[in-house]
């Protein structure tokens, strides 16, 4: 995992976002939708970001008979306002089915993912990986929301990591409940930076908490690296996968 990816491939039934977070402002997924845009089906010249269904690739995870680990939609945000919940509810239905696979589904839209989710029955998704991201003090209250969710496996990504963060004083009572936390660093042009500090902190809140972690990636010499082997500090080469 010297590419500092947790998933074996990306699958994107719903395209497109608008910001709703610190963390959007150098948007990895609407930089590479502008380099998309005309090239290929759902990025339009006119508005490549827009939110766009993709009912052609529903199936697509059925397709793929060997046990993968998918993340759903890193090119957008399934739970933005403007995806309909008919388009939710087909991409459950092929989570539900493809239950060989393991998905993994993150949000900055924790609220609309709660009201939403929340009427499902989630504990016949055993294969899915619901996630919230956090990336300031300023947002630890979406923790909130991710644990009214009934079932299901919980995990934070804070990434992009932009301060220094207290998950356990506000995790409390849900910590028990938290299955794994991913950190990482800002890549990207017009990256802010991610103080070592910090992501030190995460590792041994985890640790002390007993959470998994995973350190996605850091700042090593003034340029974004995903390989462990090249981390001064062993102390965070961290890449557990629960």
């Known amino acids: 995992m010297k590419d ?38 759902g990025y339009p010249i006119d508005d490549p970001f827009r939110v766009t269904f993709h009912p052609e690739r529903l199936n697509d995870p059925l397709k793929w008979r060997k046990p993968k680990r998918i993340f759903v939609g890193d090119m957008g945000d399934m739970f933005h306002p403007d995806v309909d919940k008919f388009w939710i509810g087909s991409v459950m239905d092929t989570v539900h089915h493809a239950y060989w696979h393991t998905f993994f589904l993150l949000t900055k839209r924790p609220e609309r993912m709660k009201n939403i989710l929340s009427n499902w029955n ?11 991201t956090v990336c300031s003090s300023d947002e630890l ?88 082997n090249e981390w001064s500090d062993e102390n965070i080469r961290v890449r557990e996968i629960p």
């Open 4 to 41: 500092g990816k947790y998933w074996d491939v990306s699958w994107n039934p719903v395209t497109g976002c608008s910001p709703c977070s610190p963390g959007c402002d150098n948007c990895w997924a609407k930089r590479m939708a502008y380099r998309f845009k005309g090239r290929y089906d």
């Open 122 to 132: 989630l504990d016949n998704f055993k294969n899915l990986r619901l996630g919230v």
């Open 141 to 228: 209250w979406k923790i909130e929301n991710l644990f009214k969710i009934p079932g299901a496996f919980k995990w934070l990504s804070l990434e992009p990591l932009l301060g220094d963060l207290d998950i356990l004083k506000h995790l409390d009572p849900y910590s028990p409940y938290l299955n794994w936390i991913v950190v990482g660093a800002e890549s990207g042009p017009g990256r802010r930076p991610a103080k070592i500090e910090w992501i030190r902190s995460i590792v041994n809140q985890c640790g002390y908490a007993n959470i998994p972690c995973f350190v996605k990636q850091i700042e090593v010499a003034g340029r974004i690296s995903r390989n462990p």
